[in-house]
């Protein structure tokens, strides 16, 4: 028996419904976790605007490239995660910066940064430590720079603060994010699972019970029940099946009422072809006395013919 030839509708269908599920919290779970990274990125750069909200409070201070101001604003950037900071003017120079731990900042980090640009970068030590790089624009309110001289003019971005922060937390939050989405996900997973289970019982179920039946009607039996499926194609196909369920117990009705004149008849002629029979029988019997008879009656007679013949001779 060829299985590809002999899987059941049910089993096909399971296949195509499983593969679909498992497509769907593929896809499902790819986008959650998409998802979450681009939050975990937001949840970051959240926080550097946090952190870069005392340098953005003072304008003039970058705006003047005042070293000393700028110096103590990135002092007050002391958080524990909080490895560096520099503090870049509009052209991307460095004004002023704080490194909290010994660290080595690759080049590329500290490549000059376009005035308003916004971006992550992660880095590895020499000492094999992972670092987040965080560049926040520092835009001037509209209100300073109305307050400004007249005749005086300058960018709205007036530079960018540049953060280093230990990977360990921004991990830490990334995972977080992460496995909730994935927690999420196999939520949903299993929604979907239970849903395609009573799905398949929902469609497979009533074709199995439809597919039984027949195979009991081959067989002969046609006392049988046909439950209306609903309104759909497999309501149909009960409904068709009822109506020829019906057509063949008619034909049997009507088979065994001709097979029960057809015994009347045989059993009637049967009994006519006996007592026919019979009687030609006795007219047989009675052919047969009656030569029997008329021989003995000859033969007395030519007895008793021959007797006085042999006397006068």
């Avoid at 030609?280 to 029997?292: C, H």
């Amino acid at each position: 028996m060829e299985w590809r030839l002999q899987t059941s509708l049910a089993a096909k269908f399971d296949l195509v419904l499983l593969a679909a599920v498992a497509l769907a919290i593929t896809g499902m779970l790819a986008f959650l976790i998409w998802d979450a990274e681009r939050d975990a990125r937001d949840l970051l750069l959240e926080r550097g605007r946090t952190l870069a909200a005392a340098v953005a409070a003072e304008p003039l201070a970058l705006y003047s490239k005042d070293a000393a101001q700028l110096t103590r604003l990135a002092r007050q950037i002391s958080e524990r995660d909080v490895a560096y900071v520099r503090i870049l003017g509009a052209s991307g120079e460095a004004l002023a910066s704080r490194l909290a731990r010994p660290i080595e900042i690759p080049s590329r980090v500290l490549a000059v940064r376009r005035a308003g640009s916004q971006g992550i970068v992660t880095f590895r030590d020499a000492s094999g430590a992972d670092y987040v790089d965080l560049v926040i624009p520092i835009e001037a309110r509209d209100e300073w720079l109305r307050s400004l001289p007249p005749g005086v003019r300058t960018s709205r971005v007036l530079g960018s603060v540049q953060l280093g922060l230990d990977a360990t937390a921004a991990r830490a939050a990334t995972a977080a994010v992460r496995n909730e989405a994935i927690a999420y996900g196999a939520l949903i997973g299993l929604a979907l699972a239970a849903a395609a289970i009573w799905l398949h019982r929902r469609l497979t179920r009533p074709i199995a019970d439809l597919a039984a039946l027949s195979r009991d009607i081959a067989d002969g039996d046609f006392d049988q029940t046909v439950l209306r499926q609903g309104r759909d194609e497999v309501g149909e196909l009960a409904e068709a099946l009822d109506v020829m369920l019906e057509r063949l117990r008619d034909y049997r009705t009507q088979v065994e009422d001709h097979r029960r004149d057809l015994e009347i008849q045989v059993r009637d002629r049967t009994a006519d072809l006996e007592r026919r029979t019979e009687e030609a029988v006795e007219l047989a019997r009675l052919a047969d006395e009656a030569n029997r008879a008329k021989s003995q009656f000859l033969a007395n007679m030519s007895h008793e013919i021959r007797t006085p013949m042999n006397g006068v001779m």
